[in-house]
């Protein structure tokens, strides 16, 4: 059974290894909306979905975030892409599976997935 | 809300959004009595009297985008249709604590579902805030309180990769470990 020792090595191994985290201008925030009508809808595993798929891929340049209702509680799992470019992406009715997808097209080839955005969602 | 984890984490959003700095949740069950309790206890802005009074009312809530906060009365539904309770105490500038008593035994009892899923989640993008989980079966005890983990990390984030995967493997292992020590 994991102990809490073993986390001491995993501890001098994140120590040791070069990789820091940026923070700032470079990098691309994913804000997921955790308010009751988001965590109903399935927010939880879309969530961790994208810290899943950042991590595999070592995407350091990627903070996952949370915040409360976005106010298109008929839209949730609602998902939030900020890039250093200053665009807003809005995903909507998001599933762990569109997470994979959009963390492969979108944040890491720069490609939005227009597809799961609300402008192709809206009626 | 299908299981009783995602109501948790949704209760939790509360006392982050209250700007706790510490929160506490607590699952107690007895086989034998077939109870649960679930406690989440934080010590954020609190709330007075009226506010209490009013925030077990679906037409009661402090936002402005939305009218309707539904979050404590679905979660104290949960409890009460299982011929149980809820209570909500709290103190202005001290915190608050919500309590839900469950029948396990009762037709209408929710699953308690993935509660490694939402203490992962909440860890994952709350670094600065603490959690203590306290799991508990027939008085066994498994507790994992993130400023333990926090002070062997040395200012290696809670949220790194293969620490939350830590995180996560540690809590499911000694789950298990409580229920396998039933018998
Ligand atoms: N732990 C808490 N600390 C302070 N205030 C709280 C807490 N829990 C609930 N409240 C108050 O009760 C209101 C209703 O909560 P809730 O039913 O979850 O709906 P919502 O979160 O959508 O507003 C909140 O907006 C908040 O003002
Ligand atoms: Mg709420």
New interface residues.
């Given amino acids: 059974m994991k102990s809490l020792e073993e986390l001491k090595a995993i501890r001098d191994k994140a120590k040791n290894s070069v990789h820091v985290r940026q923070e700032g201008n470079d990098c691309i925030r994913v804000v997921v909306g955790m308010a009751t009508c988001g965590i109903a809808a399935g927010a939880r595993p879309v969530l961790n979905a994208f810290t899943e798929e950042v991590a595999k891929r070592n995407l350091n340049n990627v903070a996952v975030t949370q915040t409360g209702c976005i106010g298109i509680c008929q839209y949730e799992p609602v998902v939030e892409i900020f890039t250093p470019d200053g665009q807003k992406t809005t995903y909507v009715k998001m599933t762990p599976e569109k997470a994979a997808r959009v963390v492969a097209d979108h944040l890491v080839n720069g490609n939005v997935v227009s597809e799961y955005t609300i402008g192709a969602n809206a009626k | ?1 299908q299981e009783l984890s ?1 109501n948790v ?2 209760i939790a ?1 509360n006392s982050i ?1 209250a700007g706790a700095s510490l929160i506490g949740i607590t699952m107690e069950r007895s086989t034998a009595d077939n109870t649960l309790s679930i406690v989440i206890s934080d010590d954020g802005c609190g709330m007075d009297e009226q506010q209490i009074a009013r925030v077990t009312d679906p037409f009661f809530t402090t ?1 402005t ?2 009218k309707v ?3 404590v009365p ?1 979660f104290k539904m949960t409890a009460e249709m299982t011929g149980g309770s809820f209570s909500i105490t709290s103190q202005p500038g001290k915190g608050t604590v919500v309590s839900a008593f469950y029948h396990t035994d009762h037709i209408d009892m929710l699953p308690v579902g993935d509660m490694t ?2 203490m ?2 909440l860890i ?3 670094p600065s805030i603490d959690f203590v989980y306290q799991s508990r079966l027939d008085g066994r005890e498994f507790v994992m309180d993130t400023r ?2 926090k002070e ?3 200012g ?2 809670i949220n ?7 995180i996560r ?2 809590i499911n ?2 789950e298990a ?1 409580l229920e396998l020590n039933e018998e």
Avoid: C, W
């Fill in positions: 809300m995602l984490l949704d959003q959004k936002r985008t939305r906060g539904l979050g679905l899923a939402t992962t989640s994952s993008v709350n333990q983990i062997i990390l040395e290696v984030p790194s990769p293969d620490v939350l995967l830590f493997d540690y292992e000694h470990q």
